[in-house]
């Protein structure tokens, strides 16, 4: 290894940024010497820059800018990008977060150079292969050489697919970190003024491919959404690769629906914060929920979160039974977590995550599973 490390992060959609600005914090206050590659899989600046501005992270290194595409030509080109930058950059680690395609492209990358690798949220499985993101999960944990579990069942998903114990530490949630860092400054009033809405309203993010790659399953969910809208105000923030089709399905300003443009992190968390409810396809947005106790319906038919379900306030719905759900959940009314958080989403996945790669760096052998063994 060398006297002065280089370590790099990959980050290319919205949950990127949040997962990796309590590392990237953490790791600085240790002196370690750190860059970000933007890949530029979310090319929005409301779904990028404006991330970089709310959770403090520094320019990056490199923006390789590759848009948007099906996943081969998203993917290809970040393969043939990522693979010039790190090259040039000569990094001794380099981190990727999550299950987006910037991951895959940078684990496959670094593993054909050589690079060393640590995959923050190792471990998450949903079983359900036709997920493009459960692809990615898999194969990059597969590849990687440090993997940070932010849950305890994601322990015994690894061990049953033969990754070693010795590679593999249960540190928290660093998507939890940023939320309690950003929590003083979660203010709904400012956004719910500025977008002319009511005092009491839902939020609704919705951009998995199985809902709104199809002009059947756009349609479906449109008009469950639609119906929830007739029985509370619904603002929606419509993600670039999904904004086309859901407004071809009928999702569109109305008398009880607002569709905006994607909000910032902190105008975001602020609106989620004054909900009545949430109606999403997101796996950050259920974890996000589940610490501020709304109530949220997740329109799907599994989650790679169950802990969210277990231990938070979500619930899985389909498309049908969306607006019954809805009915019952406003009826009920505030909601708190079930019992008490996951273990480790106290704030400090940044820093566990952090020491445990600064010790990596100087070649320290750690114990595997920190703070915690695995499941029996």
């Known amino acids: 290894m060398r006297e002065n490390p280089l370590v790099l992060h990959v980050l290319g959609a919205r949950p990127n940024f949040v997962k990796a600005a309590p590392v990237v914090r953490a790791l600085g206050e240790l002196g370690v010497r750190q860059g970000i590659i933007h890949t530029g899989q979310h090319y929005d600046a409301l779904m990028s820059d404006v991330f970089f501005a709310d959770l403090g992270l520094p320019e990056p290194v490199a923006n390789l800018g ?5 996943h081969a030509k998203q993917t290809a080109a970040l393969l043939v990008g990522l693979e010039e930058v790190v090259q040039e950059q000569e990094p001794d680690l380099v981190v990727v977060y999550g299950d987006v395609n910037s991951t895959l492209a940078a684990i496959l990358v670094c593993a054909k150079l050589g690079v060393r690798t640590a995959h923050v949220e190792a471990g998450l499985r ?15 944990d597969a590849l990687a050489d440090v993997l940070f579990a932010t849950s305890p069942e994601a322990l015994s998903y690894l061990a ?8 593999v530490h249960l540190v928290g949630n660093p998507m939890i970190d940023s939320l309690y860092a950003a929590l003083p400054s979660l203010d709904p009033a400012p956004v719910v003024e500025r977008l002319g809405l ?9 951009h998995r491919p199985a809902n709104v790659d199809t002009a059947e399953a756009a ?3 449109v008009d469950a959404v639609l119906d929830v809208s007739r029985q509370i105000p619904l603002v929606v923030p419509v993600h670039p690769r999904g904004k086309a089709r859901l407004a071809e399905a009928g999702l569109v300003d109305g008398a009880s629906v607002r569709v905006v443009d994607p909000l910032g992190y902190v105008d975001f968390l602020s609106l989620v914060r004054g909900a009545a409810l949430v109606v999403t396809d997101s796996g950050g947005v259920q974890e996000e929920t589940t610490v501020l106790g709304v109530p949220c319906l997740t329109v799907r038919p599994n989650t790679e979160r169950p802990i969210t379900i277990t231990h938070g306030t979500n619930r899985l719905v389909t498309p049908a039974l969306l607006p019954a759900a809805a009915e019952k959940s406003l009826a009920d009314g505030a909601s708190t977590p079930a019992g008490e958080l996951p273990v480790l989403w106290d704030g400090q996945a940044g820093p566990r995550i952090a020491t445990v790669i600064s010790a990596w760096l ?3 052998n750690l114990a595997p599973a920190s703070q915690g063994k695995r499941p029996e």
């Open 66 to 70: 590759v848009g948007s595409g099906s």
């Open 126 to 140: 949903s079983f359900d292969r036709g997920m493009p993101e459960e692809v990615n999960r898999v194969v990059t």
């Open 160 to 167: 049953s697919e033969g990754v070693p114990a010795s590679k």
């Open 198 to 206: 009511p005092g009491r309203y839902a939020v609704a993010t919705l």
């Open 219 to 221: 349609k479906e969910l």
């Open 362 to 364: 100087k070649g320290d």
